[in-house]
């Protein structure tokens, strides 16, 4: 695997259940972050990981909780969404170690909330 | 308040024609700007790129240009083929943020065979 890879590419749950989306980098990269893409509007930053540690969180709500328990993986952990939590959700991952400030995306998780 | 805007959501070209995809931004400490490309089913990917310190960046057919007295920036590309249609997204990276990136909208370009 190269590049940036997140499972499942397609998840659908009720309001109640609880779920986990995952994330991994094979770019050598030691930041990473979470995106949400709603329709018609902007890729919403949720959370950024430097090194391990949680550098940003977006003022996003409780029932999205964030994991990164080495600068490869990222998971991003769902319980009680609400239906206008269905959307895109992206993850990417940069180097600090030279000026580019790309950020390389993965395929995204397409999340429907019923 | 979107600091990152790009208030046309969608560009149709005839292909060999130019395309011109515009971004506007309200911050005056972002510092480096990027373009990415996004097709459907796919993530985002990095296009082109251009610091504050330049007005011009071109990589084969994509040329980005900065007019930061007036905030503003543009991507060309040209010729325009129809692998070119999908959605272009302006970011921008602001200086005091390490390496938060600002998103706009995105604007859907048709190249139309």
């Known amino acids: 695997e190269t590049g940036v890879t997140q499972t499942p590419r397609h998840l659908v749950m009720g309001m109640t259940n609880k779920k986990s989306l995952k994330c991994e980098q094979h770019l050598g990269h030691n930041a990473m972050y979470w995106y949400k893409q709603s329709a018609k509007k902007p890729l919403e930053l949720m959370f950024v990981y430097n090194f391990k540690e949680q550098t940003e969180n977006n003022s996003v709500p409780s029932r999205f909780s964030p994991e990164c328990p080495n600068s490869s993986h990222l998971f991003l952990h769902l319980h009680t969404l609400q239906p206008e939590d269905s959307a895109l959700y992206l993850c990417?991952?940069?180097?600090?170690?030279?000026?580019?400030?790309?950020?390389?995306f993965g395929p995204g998780t397409r999340l429907t909330v019923t | 308040d979107q600091q990152v805007k790009q208030n046309s959501p969608s560009l149709s070209v005839q292909e060999g024609r130019i395309s011109i995809l515009n971004c506007d931004y309200t911050n005056s400490m972002f510092d480096y700007f990027l373009w990415y490309k996004k097709y459907p089913a796919e993530g985002p990917t990095f296009l082109i790129s251009?610091?504050?310190?330049?007005d011009k960046n071109e990589d084969g057919r994509f040329t980005v240009f900065l007019n930061k007295s007036a905030k503003h920036l543009s991507l060309h590309i040209v010729p325009s083929q129809p692998g070119d249609s999908a959605v272009y997204f302006c970011?921008?990276?602001?200086?005091?943020?390490?390496?938060?990136?600002?998103f706009g909208k995105g604007i859907t370009l048709s190249v139309r065979p």
């Open positions: 990417a991952s940069s180097s600090s170690r030279d000026n580019s400030y790309e950020q390389y």
């Open positions: 251009i610091s504050s310190i330049k």
């Open positions: 970011a921008a990276r602001d200086t005091g943020a390490n390496s938060k990136l600002t």
